[in-house]
């Protein structure tokens, strides 16, 4: 027996409530999980130095090959989700994430620790991270802005638990001790992946679609389908959100890895110097769901995308008055950009094409994040100023923003031009389908079978007597619910 796979049938309309919000619950542990746990290791890096006879920069290696796999399975995850499903592949990424810091407690040299941690619990936690993301936007539309900020949320309420956590194992139990209990830790991944049920249709529209004429064509074998699509290329808001955000994510990182070094070249005390995390931390916490509540207005909503370009920019062209100011500020925009950036590429490709999408975005951002901090490095050692490098990181974020505003303004022009494309982009895979059974009924003449109606622009079943909507105010419905210009 097959697994269910949760491809969110057409007909089915997101909840925004009930069991999504254990769905949200899940994703925000598992977003916790997956953010903070590459910065949560680094507490243990002095006592591996030690024991392995190795250098900083080797043990810098874990953090960086777990971000790689986070990033760069992308595609990967989105054929599993595809093949087998939300649930099942988050269950074993659970087991995954678990064994790999059960396997690294008993490791001998850093090589191990690279395989271990970076590799299987890397992999563990990916395949976690983007199903999760994937059931949110199935079981939330209308606020879906809210949901993706309150998800966002769990990275710095994560990080805030497990960098202490983390201290304190080390001191009890040492390294060994502290990743044999971190990996029990990680099993909780399993639940969160339990809670992901399939969003299934009712049974009460099933028996109404039995009854009508439509309900044996329904029943025909439908075509599988694709484990990566890679049609999603063609969009054009696809292309320019990708562009701006492998961008973005060179210059984005840049600040919270080298705001506390800054701070000691300054002489500010370690405990000073670290309080600046914690002070960015706490305030990218409450920017989050904030930043969500704002997206979610209506009249905000349809224009997100701006809103997550002046997030960019705002990121971007923070200068350096004082640190602790300069972190509350990042701290409020980089909860910002958290909280819309996801939100902003499910408004743009929809729920259909959202798995493959976000898998090929994370592959792009993957190359990023292995270049742009170790660029900066590189600028640092060059120039012995810090200041060069958060001039470079926000440059290159102001220049994403540039590139995903102008570019969704000149797409906006040209869909305004052309109102057939306009209605194409409105519809869904399924309510073209309709619309070409009701063209092939009418050109039959046969009266007795009627097309499928809409509810929200869906096409779904009607019984005899109803009167059938026309395709041009299909469209019109669907336009009124698009919710990105893109």
Same mark, same amino acid.
């Given at each position: 027996m097959g697994a269910v796979v949760d491809n969110g049938p057409p007909g089915v309309k997101a909840p925004d409530g009930g069991w999504g919000w254990a769905i949200l619950a899940g994703c925000f542990v598992i977003t916790g999980f997956s953010y903070a746990f590459p910065k949560a290791v680094s507490v243990f890096f002095k006592e591996l130095i030690r024991d392995f006879d190795v250098r900083y920069s080797d043990t810098a290696w874990i953090s960086s090959i777990l971000l790689a796999m986070l990033y760069g399975t992308g595609p990967l995850c989105s054929v599993l989700v595809n093949r087998f499903g939300c649930r099942p592949v988050m269950m074993v990424g659970g087991l995954f994430a678990s064994l790999g810091m059960i396997l690294a407690s008993f490791a001998t040299n850093i090589v191990s620790i690279y395989l271990c941690t970076g590799v299987i619990t890397g992999l563990g936690l990916a395949l976690n991270f983007q199903p999760s993301l994937i059931m949110l936007n199935r079981y939330f539309s209308q606020k879906r802005p809210l949901a993706n900020g309150l998800a966002a949320a769990g990275?710095?309420? !994560?990080?805030?638990?497990?960098?202490? #956590?983390?201290?304190?194992?080390?001191?009890?139990?040492?390294?060994r001790g502290g990743f044999l209990i971190l990996g029990g830790l990680l099993l909780n991944c399993c639940a969160c992946g339990a809670l992901m049920r399939p969003l299934l249709p009712s049974r009460k529209p099933q028996e109404l679609e039995e009854t009508t004429p439509m309900a044996a064509e329904e029943k025909k074998p439908q075509p599988m389908k694709k484990l990566l699509d890679f049609s999603v290329v063609k969009d054009r808001g696809f292309i320019i959100y990708t562009i701006a955000a492998s961008t973005m994510v060179l210059g984005l990182f840049v600040p919270p890895v080298f705001v506390v070094s800054y701070a000691k070249d300054l002489h500010y005390e370690d405990t000073k110097s670290a309080l600046?995390?914690?002070? #960015?931390?706490?305030?990218?916490?409450? !920017?989050?769901?904030a930043s969500g509540?704002? !997206?979610?207005?209506?009249?905000?909503?349809?224009?997100?995308?701006?809103?997550?370009?002046?997030?960019?920019?705002?990121?971007?062209?923070?200068t350096m008055p004082g640190l602790v100011v300069f972190c509350i500020f990042f701290g409020m925009s980089y909860g910002m950009v958290g909280a819309l950036q996801f939100e902003v590429l499910m408004a743009i490709v929809g729920t259909e094409k959202f798995s493959s999408a976000i898998g090929l975005v994370l592959l792009m951002e993957a190359v990023a994040v292995l270049v742009g901090p170790p660029g900066a490095g590189r600028l640092l050692d060059a120039t012995d100023n810090y200041m060069y490098v958060f001039l470079l990181a926000g440059c290159e974020v102001t220049l994403s923003a540039l590139v995903l505003a102008l570019g969704?303004?000149?797409?906006?022009?040209r869909k305004q031009e052309d109102p057939e494309a306009k209605m194409e982009m409105a519809m869904t895979a399924s309510e073209k389908e309709g619309l070409n059974r009701m063209v092939e009924v009418e050109g039959?003449?046969?009266?007795?079978?009627?097309?499928?109606?809409?509810?929200?622009?869906?096409?779904?079943?009607?019984i005899a007597g109803e009167e059938v909507m026309t395709v041009k105010e299909m469209g019109e419905e669907a336009g009124e619910n698009t919710e990105t210009s893109l």
């Amino acid at each position: 027996m097959g697994a269910v796979v949760d491809n969110g049938p057409p007909g089915v309309k997101a909840p925004d409530g009930g069991w999504g919000w254990a769905i949200l619950a899940g994703c925000f542990v598992i977003t916790g999980f997956s953010y903070a746990f590459p910065k949560a290791v680094s507490v243990f890096f002095k006592e591996l130095i030690r024991d392995f006879d190795v250098r900083y920069s080797d043990t810098a290696w874990i953090s960086s090959i777990l971000l790689a796999m986070l990033y760069g399975t992308g595609p990967l995850c989105s054929v599993l989700v595809n093949r087998f499903g939300c649930r099942p592949v988050m269950m074993v990424g659970g087991l995954f994430a678990s064994l790999g810091m059960i396997l690294a407690s008993f490791a001998t040299n850093i090589v191990s620790i690279y395989l271990c941690t970076g590799v299987i619990t890397g992999l563990g936690l990916a395949l976690n991270f983007q199903p999760s993301l994937i059931m949110l936007n199935r079981y939330f539309s209308q606020k879906r802005p809210l949901a993706n900020g309150l998800a966002a949320a769990g990275s710095p309420v !994560a990080l805030c638990c497990l960098s202490p #956590l983390g201290q304190t194992l080390q001191y009890h139990f040492g390294w060994r001790g502290g990743f044999l209990i971190l990996g029990g830790l990680l099993l909780n991944c399993c639940a969160c992946g339990a809670l992901m049920r399939p969003l299934l249709p009712s049974r009460k529209p099933q028996e109404l679609e039995e009854t009508t004429p439509m309900a044996a064509e329904e029943k025909k074998p439908q075509p599988m389908k694709k484990l990566l699509d890679f049609s999603v290329v063609k969009d054009r808001g696809f292309i320019i959100y990708t562009i701006a955000a492998s961008t973005m994510v060179l210059g984005l990182f840049v600040p919270p890895v080298f705001v506390v070094s800054y701070a000691k070249d300054l002489h500010y005390e370690d405990t000073k110097s670290a309080l600046l995390l914690t002070i #960015l931390g706490v305030v990218d916490m409450f !920017a989050r769901p904030a930043s969500g509540l704002i !997206a979610g207005m209506k009249c905000i909503r349809p224009k997100s995308v701006y809103l997550f370009s002046f997030a960019m920019i705002f990121n971007g062209q923070l200068t350096m008055p004082g640190l602790v100011v300069f972190c509350i500020f990042f701290g409020m925009s980089y909860g910002m950009v958290g909280a819309l950036q996801f939100e902003v590429l499910m408004a743009i490709v929809g729920t259909e094409k959202f798995s493959s999408a976000i898998g090929l975005v994370l592959l792009m951002e993957a190359v990023a994040v292995l270049v742009g901090p170790p660029g900066a490095g590189r600028l640092l050692d060059a120039t012995d100023n810090y200041m060069y490098v958060f001039l470079l990181a926000g440059c290159e974020v102001t220049l994403s923003a540039l590139v995903l505003a102008l570019g969704n303004f000149l797409c906006i022009s040209r869909k305004q031009e052309d109102p057939e494309a306009k209605m194409e982009m409105a519809m869904t895979a399924s309510e073209k389908e309709g619309l070409n059974r009701m063209v092939e009924v009418e050109g039959d003449g046969e009266d007795k079978e009627e097309p499928k109606g809409g509810e929200n622009g869906k096409v779904t079943g009607v019984i005899a007597g109803e009167e059938v909507m026309t395709v041009k105010e299909m469209g019109e419905e669907a336009g009124e619910n698009t919710e990105t210009s893109l």
